[in-house]
C-alpha cells in the first residue's frame, strides 16, 4: 500500500495484487493504474457504444461518418498510449 502523506488519496483501495478469501476463485482482479489494460479495455468499450449509438440514431451522411472517424482516432490514441507504456 502506498503512503499518501498528509492528504491521502480519495481512493483508498487498491486493486492489483491477489483476491484472498472464500470466493477467491471468483473474483477476477483488473488493475486500473495509470498503465494498465484495465483502463484501455473500458476505453475502448466506451467508444464502442459511443459507435454504436452514433449508428443506430445518426442519418448516414458526412456527420456520422465524421463521428466515427473521431471515435477511431481516438480509440487508436488510446491504444497507441497503452503500446507507449509497455
Known amino acids: 500500500m502506498r ?14 495484487g ?10 477476477r482482479v483488473v488493475d486500473f ?5 484495465g ?3 473500458i476505453a475502448l468499450a466506451a467508444m464502442g457504444l459511443l459507435a454504436l449509438g452514433a449508428w443506430r440514431t445518426m442519418e448516414p451522411g458526412k456527420f456520422q461518418s465524421l ?3 473521431l471515435l477511431g482516432f481516438f480509440a487508436f490514441r488510446v491504444v ?6 509497455r
Not at 491477489?18 to 473474483?27: F, R
Not at 497507441?80 to 507504456?85: I, M, P, T, V
Open 3 to 16: 503512503y499518501g502523506g498528509s492528504n491521502p488519496p480519495l481512493c483508498t483501495i487498491y486493486l492489483s
Open 67 to 69: 463521428t466515427w472517424v
Open 18 to 27: 491477489s483476491v484472498v478469501g472464500k470466493d477467491a476463485g471468483l473474483v
Open 80 to 85: 497507441l498510449g497503452r503500446l507507449r507504456s
Open 39 to 41: 483502463r484501455m479495455w
Open 33 to 37: 493504474g495509470p498503465a494498465s489494460s
